[in-house]
C-alpha cells in the first residue's frame, strides 16, 4: 500500500511500477463530468509555477481548501475540510487565469465571473490500460506567454468556445470576435500520456504528453496512458456587450493579455486515486452527465450547491473587482508578459495601440510572507484550511464534505 506519508523520492520509485487494472471496454467519447458550484477562490497564488510566492497574475480556483502557496498532494488530501466541487473523493485543484472587461469609459476593470466545468475522459481503445493520475501529479496546459496561434497540438488543446445559439460560431484559439449572447466559454485539453516516473517537471509540461491525435490515439513509447481532463470555464459576458468598441472585445486575461492566446489551466491531483481508479475502470462504457450514476463516485457526490459554499480568503491581500489596473500591475496589451510557466516566447512585437511600452510598469510579484508557512502534513485531518494559513484569519466556509477517511490508499500495481 502507498501511504500518502511516503518520502517522495520512494514514492516516486513505486509510481514507476506497471499498473494492473481491469478494464471495460472503453466508448470512444466516454466521460463522467460535474459542474463546480462555484470558485474557491481568486487569488494570486499559484504552488506549482509559482511555490511560496505570489504568482504574477490572478487565478480563478476551484477544488479542495487546502490549496495554498505551497499546497501538494499531501496537503490537499490531508487539510481539505470541504471542496467547491461536487465529489468529496476529489479534493484537487484546478485553475485558470482570471477573466477581466476594461471598461471603454477608462475607470479600469471590472473582474468577469465565472464557474467550471470538468471532465474525465478515459480515452483509448478497447480493453486498453487507462490509469488513474498518481498521487503528487502536476500539470499545465497551454501558455501564459503565448500571443499568436499555430496548428501545433499544445495549442491546439486550448480553446474558446462562443456560445450563440442562433447563429453558431467555432470554437478557436483566441478571443472571438462577436459578440456570445448566451455566454463565452474558455477550453482547456490536459495531456492524457504520463511517462511513468516524474510527478512534475521544470516547465510543468515535459512529464506527461498529449497523445497521438489530441484527444484520442497513442502515446509515446514508454508513457502510460491517463484519464484526460478537460476544463471548461464559463462565463456569461452579454452584459457587457455596450463595452465593445468599434467591434473589438473589451476582455483581458488578467496576466495583460487581449488576444486570449495564452489562455491556460493548472491541475494539481487531489484524488482518493483508488476511487478515480475505480470510476475508470467502471464507468468508460458511455456519458455519465451525472455522476451518482457512477457506482464509484456516487458516495461522495452532491447533486445540488450546498447551502453553505466551500470558499477560502485570499491569500494574497489585494483589490481584484473594479480596478484601476490588473492585479501584479500587469500591462495590458499584445506583447507576452514575463514568463512564469517556462514556455516559450513566440516573439511577438507590440501592435500599435496597446499599452505595453517602457513607461509601463512590469508586473510584481514579492516573496511570501515570513509568517505564511506549509507545515508539515498531520496524519489525519488538519484544522480547517483558513486555519492552516496564516494570512487568513476568517473561518473557511465548507460545502462538500471531505470523506472522513481521506489518506488514500494505492492503485494496485504502482
Same mark, same amino acid.
Given at each position: 500500500m502507498l501511504s500518502s506519508l511516503l518520502p517522495a523520492p520512494k514514492r516516486a520509485t513505486l509510481l514507476a511500477g506497471a499498473l494492473a487494472a481491469v478494464t471495460l471496454a472503453h466508448s470512444a467519447d466516454a466521460m463522467f463530468r460535474f459542474d463546480c458550484h462555484n470558485n474557491l477562490v481568486v487569488d494570486r497564488v499559484d504552488p506549482i509555477t509559482s511555490p511560496g510566492t505570489e504568482s504574477m497574475h490572478l487565478h480563478a480556483i476551484s477544488g479542495g481548501n487546502g490549496f495554498s502557496w505551497n499546497a501538494d498532494y499531501e496537503a490537499m488530501r490531508e487539510k481539505s475540510t470541504c471542496t467547491s466541487c461536487p465529489i468529496g473523493a476529489d479534493l484537487s485543484a484546478y485553475w485558470v487565469p482570471q477573466l477581466y472587461v476594461k471598461y471603454k469609459n477608462g475607470t479600469g476593470f471590472g473582474l468577469v465571473e465565472s464557474h467550471q466545468i470538468v471532465y474525465y475522459q478515459p480515452r483509448g481503445s478497447k480493453n486498453e490500460e487507462i490509469i488513474a493520475f498518481p498521487p503528487g501529479l502536476k500539470m499545465l496546459a497551454g501558455d501564459p506567454d503565448l500571443r499568436t496561434g499555430s496548428n501545433k497540438i499544445e495549442q491546439r488543446?486550448? *480553446? /474558446?468556445?462562443?456560445?450563440?445559439?442562433?447563429?453558431? =460560431?467555432? #470554437?478557436?484559439?483566441?478571443?472571438?470576435?462577436?459578440?456570445?449572447?448566451?455566454?463565452?466559454?474558455?477550453? =482547456?485539453?490536459?495531456?492524457?500520456? /504520463?511517462?511513468?516516473?516524474? %510527478?512534475?517537471? +521544470? @516547465?510543468?509540461?515535459?512529464?506527461?504528453?498529449?497523445?497521438?491525435?489530441?484527444?484520442?490515439?497513442?502515446?509515446?513509447?514508454?508513457? &502510460?496512458?491517463?484519464?484526460?481532463?478537460?476544463?471548461?470555464?464559463?462565463?456569461?459576458?452579454? &452584459?457587457?456587450?455596450?463595452? /465593445?468598441?468599434?467591434?473589438?472585445?473589451?476582455?483581458?486575461?488578467?496576466?495583460?493579455?487581449?488576444?486570449?492566446?495564452?489562455?491556460?489551466?493548472?491541475?494539481?491531483?487531489? /484524488?482518493?486515486?483508488?476511487?478515480?481508479?475505480?470510476?475508470?475502470?467502471?464507468?468508460?462504457?458511455? $456519458?455519465?452527465?451525472?455522476?451518482? #450514476?457512477?457506482?464509484?463516485?456516487?458516495?461522495?457526490?452532491?447533486?445540488? +450547491?450546498?447551502?453553505?459554499?466551500?470558499?477560502?480568503?485570499?491569500?494574497?491581500?489585494?483589490?481584484?473587482? $473594479?480596478?484601476? &489596473? %490588473?492585479?501584479?500591475?500587469?500591462?495590458?496589451?499584445?506583447? +507576452?508578459?514575463?514568463?512564469?510557466?517556462?514556455?516559450? @516566447?513566440?516573439?511577438?512585437? $507590440? #501592435?500599435?495601440? $496597446?499599452?505595453?511600452?517602457?513607461?509601463?510598469?512590469?508586473?510584481?510579484?514579492? *516573496?511570501? +510572507?515570513?509568517?505564511?508557512? *506549509?507545515? &508539515?502534513?498531520?496524519?489525519?485531518?488538519?484544522?480547517?484550511?483558513?486555519t492552516e494559513l496564516a494570512k487568513s484569519d476568517k473561518p473557511v466556509k465548507c460545502g462538500v464534505k471531505a470523506p472522513k477517511t481521506i489518506t488514500p490508499s494505492s492503485v494496485s500495481g504502482y
Open positions: 488543446a486550448v *480553446t /474558446w468556445q462562443c456560445i450563440n445559439y442562433k447563429d453558431p =460560431v467555432p #470554437e478557436q484559439q483566441g478571443f472571438p470576435s462577436v459578440k456570445c449572447p448566451q455566454g463565452l466559454r474558455g477550453q =482547456v485539453n490536459f495531456p492524457m500520456c /504520463w511517462n511513468g516516473k516524474d %510527478l512534475d517537471s +521544470p @516547465d510543468h509540461k515535459s512529464h506527461v504528453a498529449y497523445a497521438e491525435n489530441l484527444d484520442s490515439g497513442k502515446c509515446p513509447t514508454g508513457y &502510460k496512458k491517463m484519464v484526460k481532463i478537460f476544463y471548461e470555464a464559463f462565463y456569461s459576458v452579454d &452584459k457587457y456587450d455596450s463595452e /465593445w468598441v468599434d467591434d473589438k472585445h473589451p476582455f483581458v486575461l488578467s496576466n495583460g493579455d487581449t488576444t486570449g492566446y495564452s489562455f491556460h489551466g493548472d491541475f494539481l491531483n487531489g /484524488w482518493d486515486v483508488d476511487v478515480l481508479q475505480a470510476a475508470i475502470d467502471k464507468c468508460s462504457d458511455k $456519458n455519465y452527465f451525472n455522476p451518482a #450514476e457512477c457506482p464509484p463516485l456516487a458516495p461522495t457526490y452532491s447533486s445540488k +450547491p450546498p447551502a453553505t459554499r466551500c470558499t477560502l480568503q485570499p491569500q494574497v491581500k489585494e483589490e481584484t473587482h $473594479n480596478i484601476r &489596473k %490588473l492585479p501584479g500591475n500587469n500591462p495590458v496589451g499584445v506583447a +507576452p508578459a514575463p514568463s512564469v510557466s517556462g514556455g516559450d @516566447d513566440d516573439g511577438d512585437d $507590440n #501592435e500599435s495601440g $496597446n499599452e505595453y511600452n517602457s513607461d509601463t510598469p512590469k508586473p510584481t510579484a514579492t *516573496t511570501k +510572507p515570513a509568517a505564511t508557512t *506549509t507545515s &508539515k502534513p498531520a496524519a489525519t485531518t488538519a484544522k480547517p484550511a483558513a
